[in-house]
C-alpha cells in the first residue's frame, strides 16, 4: 500500500508538472470556454463533474474509502492516463485550441486537487499554489460543486464510443503480437 501510495503521489506531481509546463502565463483567465471545448474536453469535464457530485456525497455520508478510491481512478485512468496524452497534441500547436485545453487541465488539475486535500493536504497545497488560483490556500477555497453547466452527457457516451474502438484495436494488436512501432 505504500508503494501504491508513493506512485499514486508521483503521478500525481508529474501530471501537476505536465500542466505547468505548459502554461504560457501565470495569471491566465481560469473560466472555461464553453463554447469552444472539443469533444474531450467536454467528456474529461464531464467525469471531473461526476466525480464532485460522487466524492461529496461520500465525504457526507463519511464513505472515505469509497471517495478516495473514485479520485485515485479518476486521476489515474481518466485525467493522466486519457485527457493528458489527448491534450499534448493540441499543446503542441499555438493557437485557440492549445489556450482552450490549458485552461481545462488547469480546472480539472486545481479542483480535483481540492477534493483530493483532505487526503493528501501537504502535496495538494504545495501543488495548488504552484497552479494559476484563486484565494491565498486549497485549505480555505471554495469546496467544488456539482455545475450543469459542465455536464457534457451526450459527448461523454459519444467519446467513450471512440475510446471503446482504441481499447478494442490495443487489445487485439496486444492478442496478435504487434509490436507498438509498427504501424
Known amino acids: 500500500k505504500i508503494k501504491a501510495s508513493r506512485n499514486f503521489a508521483n503521478k500525481i506531481w508529474n501530471a501537476s508538472r505536465f500542466v505547468l509546463m505548459n502554461l504560457k502565463d501565470e495569471q491566465m483567465d481560469l473560466a472555461?470556454?464553453?463554447?469552444?471545448?472539443?469533444?474531450?474536453?467536454?467528456?474529461?469535464?464531464?467525469?471531473?463533474?461526476?466525480?464532485?457530485?460522487?466524492?461529496?456525497?461520500n465525504l457526507e455520508k463519511f464513505e472515505l474509502g469509497i471517495a478516495v478510491s473514485k479520485l485515485y481512478d479518476f486521476i489515474w485512468d481518466v485525467?493522466?492516463?486519457?485527457?493528458?496524452?489527448?491534450?499534448?497534441?493540441?499543446?503542441?500547436?499555438?493557437?485557440?485550441?492549445?489556450?482552450?485545453?490549458?485552461?481545462?487541465?488547469?480546472?480539472?488539475?486545481?479542483?480535483?486537487?481540492?477534493?483530493?486535500?483532505?487526503?493528501?493536504?501537504?502535496?495538494?497545497?504545495?501543488?495548488?499554489?504552484?497552479?494559476?488560483?484563486?484565494?491565498?490556500?486549497?485549505?480555505?477555497?471554495?469546496?467544488?460543486?456539482?455545475?450543469?453547466?459542465?455536464?457534457?452527457?451526450?459527448e461523454q457516451a459519444e467519446f467513450e464510443k471512440v475510446m471503446d474502438a482504441i481499447k478494442a484495436v490495443r487489445a487485439r494488436r496486444s492478442e496478435m503480437n504487434v509490436p507498438p512501432s509498427k504501424k
Open 79 to 154: 485525467f493522466c492516463d486519457w485527457y493528458v496524452e489527448l491534450a499534448k497534441s493540441r499543446l503542441w500547436e499555438d493557437g485557440a485550441e492549445a489556450e482552450v485545453a490549458r485552461k481545462v487541465l488547469v480546472y480539472v488539475m486545481g479542483n480535483t486537487l481540492k477534493l483530493l486535500h483532505p487526503f493528501m493536504p501537504f502535496i495538494t497545497e504545495e501543488i495548488w499554489q504552484a497552479l494559476p488560483h484563486e484565494g491565498e490556500s486549497i485549505m480555505v477555497s471554495q469546496w467544488p460543486v456539482y455545475e450543469e453547466s459542465i455536464n457534457f452527457a451526450a
Open 32 to 57: 472555461l470556454p464553453l463554447d469552444q471545448l472539443a469533444i474531450e474536453d467536454k467528456w474529461v469535464l464531464t467525469k471531473y463533474n461526476t466525480l464532485v457530485k460522487g466524492v461529496t456525497d
